[in-house]
């Protein structure tokens, strides 16, 4: 602790980004009681505990993480160490209708942190429990109060997630059951209200058709808030509008007009006073390249004069890489053949061989897999100008081995790999590139003639031990790089805290600073500015004209 008029830290000499945009400046800054306390050229090391030399280095404020589910990686780890070394000091928390404002809420035999974070955020159940075991506290102030407990690493904003809001009103079970009655849907308004009331950020909802419960006897079920109405939603949203909070956001993206619906909620030409909508996500989608020019589109009409809305969707600053162990990514729950592998548990091997074993899901899967890739047909065409429904993709040449049990395959595309099984088949026993390789095309069936056969003969042979990569989305640097920099969006939707065998960007601010740096110090500036000013004004956190 720094004496009176002296400083804890003297930072000497960095380029220092101040968050206004403004291009940098070489300069000291001064750092007392964990606040800037001077900055100017030159400022005096004998009134500094310790002094630290930047020269050559950047200085800037900490960036803010929009969009993560550390919710409950900082019940286990408060200091989020990752987070911090990516140089992040605030996160969102609680997004896409799960967190724990409201604590475990096990009751009736219910476990809701276990049976809604397992699959949406690809968390194992065992670490969930640890969790749940920690969370004892049942009410919204009571969970502001525990985490000024904590010794955070970076700030923590929390909102109140839709998904359980529904469950503490109505309950786990009936809250995918059925729709709530007008007393528990009042009762959920008081307690959003009070939630405002008590200084939460906002309000998140969830709409996209990948999110399932995880425990039996509901694995086809979707999480709660996915059964809200949109009369439900609207009322809610109210709540949010009055207090002029943040509303978190994902769309139903398999139904454009739900979506436009929903999105128009944030317009104050429609309901008297526009509401602060942050959505996911801006992203170039490889199957469907339509999305990205149809969010730009979306951006400037909501927030133009006529609709008057306050609304930034998510931009992420990296190819959108996800991992897939066998069947299991977040992608695969939007198809329904895939969706039943990822319903066992993690562990349950024999559970999803037994499915895998069945000749109608073996049918079905042989079916969805060659959709659209033979015949004139539509789904052939839509295929053909990348116009898909799915976002996953379904070609085995932008499928790249992780690791495998045949270890000649690790690094290349499930496409090379098939094509070097077919020589083999065809003959060229030198197509094998050893005597694994060689045992594992002997042991494919024989009627596995295409693509579609071959990855099911592979799903079932190995499950998850076969682990491959893929970039669903953000494949083209440029039309990435334009959603970054366009001032309607945000950079974010980095995932940060969960899919950690999956997915999440920890590092997805600093990839936006090494891009923005391949242009200049002043687009830097600019991308400081967005990682910091911009995304707090939004968000309704203090934009404090010092940063701290």
């Given amino acids: 602790m720094a004496q009176a008029g002296g400083w804890d830290t003297l930072i000497r000499g960095a380029r220092v980004f101040d968050g206004t945009g403004a291009a940098p400046v070489f300069e000291d800054v001064a750092l007392a009681n964990g606040r800037i306390a001077a900055r100017g050229a030159r400022l005096s090391a004998a009134r500094a505990d310790r002094v630290v030399e930047a020269r050559g280095l950047w200085l800037m404020p900490g960036l803010l993480d929009i969009h993560t589910h550390f919710d409950l990686e900082v019940e286990l780890a408060p200091g989020l160490p990752e987070a911090v070394r990516h140089g992040t000091t605030t996160v969102v928390v609680a997004n896409c209708s799960l967190g724990l404002a409201f604590g475990n809420q096990r009751r009736a035999g219910q476990d809701p942190i276990v049976d809604c974070f397992a699959r949406v955020e690809n968390i194992p159940k065992a670490i969930l429990a640890q969790v749940a075991e920690r969370a004892v506290w049942r009410d919204s102030a009571d969970y502001l109060a525990h985490l000024d407990t904590l010794p955070l690493g970076p700030n923590i904003v929390p909102l109140?997630?839709?998904?359980?809001?529904?469950?503490?009103?109505?309950?786990?079970?009936?809250?995918?059951?059925?729709?709530?009655?007008?007393?528990?849907?009042?009762?959920?308004?008081a307690l959003l209200d009070k939630a405002m009331a008590e200084g939460y950020a906002g309000f998140s909802t969830d709409a996209l058709p990948f999110h399932y419960l995880a425990n039996a006897p509901r694995q086809r079920r979707r999480i709660p808030a996915q059964y809200g109405s949109f009369?439900?939603?609207?009322?809610?949203?109210?709540?949010?509008?009055?207090?002029?909070?943040?509303?978190?956001?994902?769309?139903?993206?398999?139904?454009?007009?739900?979506?436009?619906?929903?999105?128009?909620?944030?317009?104050?030409?429609?309901?008297?006073?526009?509401?602060?909508?942050?959505?996911?996500?801006?992203?170039?989608?490889?199957?469907?390249?339509?999305?990205?020019?149809?969010?730009?589109?979306?951006?400037?009409?909501?927030?133009?004069?006529?609709?008057?809305?306050?609304?930034?969707l998510q931009a992420l600053a990296a190819p959108f890489k996800t991992w897939s162990e066998g069947a299991i990514t977040p992608l695969a729950e939007e198809i329904p053949e895939l969706r039943a592998l990822n319903e066992p548990d993690l562990d349950d091997r024999a559970?999803?061989?037994?499915?895998?074993?069945?000749?109608?899901?073996?049918?079905?899967?042989?079916?969805?897999?060659?959709?659209?890739?033979?015949?004139?047909?539509?789904?052939?065409?839509?295929?053909?100008?990348?116009?898909?429904?799915?976002?996953?993709?379904?070609?085995?040449?932008?499928?790249?081995?992780?690791?495998?049990?045949?270890?000649?395959?690790?690094?290349?595309?499930?496409?090379?790999?098939?094509?070097?099984?077919?020589?083999?088949?065809?003959?060229?026993?030198?197509?094998?590139?050893?005597?694994?390789?060689?045992?594992?095309?002997?042991?494919?069936?024989?009627?596995?003639?295409?693509?579609?056969?071959?990855?099911?003969?592979?799903?079932?042979?190995?499950d998850r031990d076969l682990v491959w990569w893929t970039v669903s989305a953000n494949r083209d640097p440029g039309v990435m790089r334009d959603l970054l920099f366009n001032p309607r969006l945000l950079?974010?939707?980095?995932?940060?805290?969960?899919?950690?065998?999956?997915?999440?960007?920890?590092?997805?601010?600093?990839?936006?600073?090494?891009?923005?740096?391949?242009?200049?110090?002043?687009?830097?500036?600019?991308?400081?500015?967005?990682?910091?000013?911009?995304?707090?004004?939004?968000?309704?956190?203090?934009?404090?004209?010092?940063?701290?």
């Fill in 491 to 548: 950079p974010g939707f980095n995932d940060s805290g969960a899919h950690l065998t999956n997915m999440a960007f920890y590092d997805g601010n600093l990839r936006a600073l090494q891009i923005a740096q391949g242009e200049g110090e002043a687009q830097v500036a600019r991308m400081v500015r967005r990682l910091t000013v911009e995304p707090a004004i939004f968000l309704g956190l203090e934009p404090a004209p010092t940063w701290r």
């Fill in 351 to 462: 559970a999803r061989a037994a499915i895998m074993d069945d000749p109608d899901w073996q049918r079905r899967f042989l079916a969805m897999w060659r959709h659209g890739k033979r015949g004139l047909t539509l789904a052939r065409f839509k295929r053909l100008v990348a116009r898909e429904d799915y976002a996953i993709s379904r070609d085995l040449a932008h499928m790249v081995v992780d690791r495998a049990p045949v270890a000649d395959w690790q690094g290349e595309t499930l496409a090379a790999v098939f094509a070097r099984f077919g020589r083999f088949r065809a003959g060229d026993a030198a197509a094998a590139r050893s005597a694994d390789e060689r045992a594992a095309f002997d042991a494919v069936p024989t009627n596995a003639r295409d693509d579609a056969a071959f990855l099911l003969h592979l799903l079932r042979a190995y």
């Fill in 231 to 312: 009369a439900e939603l609207k009322r809610l949203v109210d709540v949010v509008r009055r207090h002029d909070r943040l509303w978190q956001a994902t769309p139903p993206k398999d139904n454009p007009l739900a979506t436009a619906r929903l999105f128009a909620l944030t317009s104050g030409r429609l309901y008297g006073r526009p509401v602060r909508l942050t959505a996911v996500a801006a992203l170039d989608v490889a199957t469907n390249r339509t999305l990205a020019p149809l969010a730009r589109l979306l951006a400037r009409l909501l927030n133009s004069r006529l609709v008057d809305g306050r609304f930034r």
């Fill in 160 to 189: 109140i997630p839709h998904s359980m809001l529904r469950i503490e009103v109505m309950g786990l079970a009936d809250s995918v059951a059925r729709a709530p009655d007008a007393s528990e849907l009042a009762r959920m308004e």
